[in-house]
């Protein structure tokens, strides 16, 4: 099994709501991000997470809020968000150990948020 | 400074056209590795190829091919024979000692016309 799986796929929301988006791998990879990408934009890296353990905030404003249950589960919690955080949000893994050479990230398909 | 640079920020070409897109990578690391990423209209960056600096061969996958050369900091992606599937947005990416940290270059997007 070679996939990461986001949910939803779609996500509409007013600035005054918390939402959640799910991201879940079965790859046994130690290390989960979250990206954010804008139209005709690289993704922007907004956390990293190694072992469980939050290691990477890109000065990530508290309006995201990650969380990692376990290994194979990443969330990202939304809330108060703004028009401008409107953007395509993707979830990726990798296998966490240098060590063994292959530091590739796969990425799910993404959840196109909205926010009015 | 931008630590990955794809120059072309779109490419269009005939279907069975071969076609290069670009990358220029900067880092004054001496361990790194090099990734190219396919993103179609769907959104799903799809991983393409991983290339460690201490790797210089270039490999061939099919209608692909990758060129690395730490001369000119160069790790440089050519699809033969083009298809319209091909059509998407490419990206090059560079990871250093921090290897969980990616450098996503701009983006280079490819239209096969038929």
């Known amino acids: 099994d070679t996939e990461v799986t986001q949910t939803p796929k779609h996500l509409v929301m007013g600035m005054t709501n918390k939402k959640s988006l799910k991201c879940e791998q079965h790859?046994?990879?130690?290390?989960m991000y979250w990206y954010k990408q804008k139209a005709k934009k690289p993704p922007e890296l907004m956390f990293v997470?190694?072992?469980?353990?939050?290691?990477i905030n890109e000065s990530v404003p508290s309006r995201f809020s990650p969380e990692c249950p376990n290994s194979s589960l990443l969330n990202l919690h939304l809330h108060a968000l703004q028009p401008e955080d409107s953007a395509l949000y993707l979830c990726?893994?990798?296998?966490?150990?240098?060590?063994?050479?292959?530091?590739?990230?796969?990425f799910g398909p993404g959840t196109r948020l909205t926010v009015l | 400074a931008q630590k990955v640079t794809q120059a072309q920020t779109e490419i269009s070409v005939v279907e069975k056209e071969d076609v290069t897109l670009d990358c220029v990578y900067e880092?004054?690391?001496?361990?790194?590795?090099l990734f190219w990423y396919k993103q179609p209209p769907s959104g799903e960056l799809v991983f393409l190829i991983r290339r460690n600096s201490f790797d210089e061969q270039n490999e061939i996958s099919g209608r692909y091919s990758w060129n690395f050369q730490k001369s000119t900091s160069s790790f440089n992606f050519t699809i033969t024979a083009s298809q319209v599937v091909d059509s998407a947005v490419y990206f090059c990416?560079?990871?250093?000692?921090?290897?969980?940290?990616?450098?996503f270059g701009s983006g280079t997007k490819l239209n096969v016309k038929p």
């Open positions: 880092t004054r690391d001496t361990t790194y590795y």
């Open positions: 990726a893994s990798s296998q966490g150990q240098i060590t063994t050479g292959y530091n590739e990230q796969f």
């Open positions: 790859m046994g990879h130690r290390a």
């Open positions: 990416a560079l990871s250093e000692n921090n290897f969980n940290k990616f450098y």
């Open positions: 997470y190694s072992y469980e353990k939050l290691s």
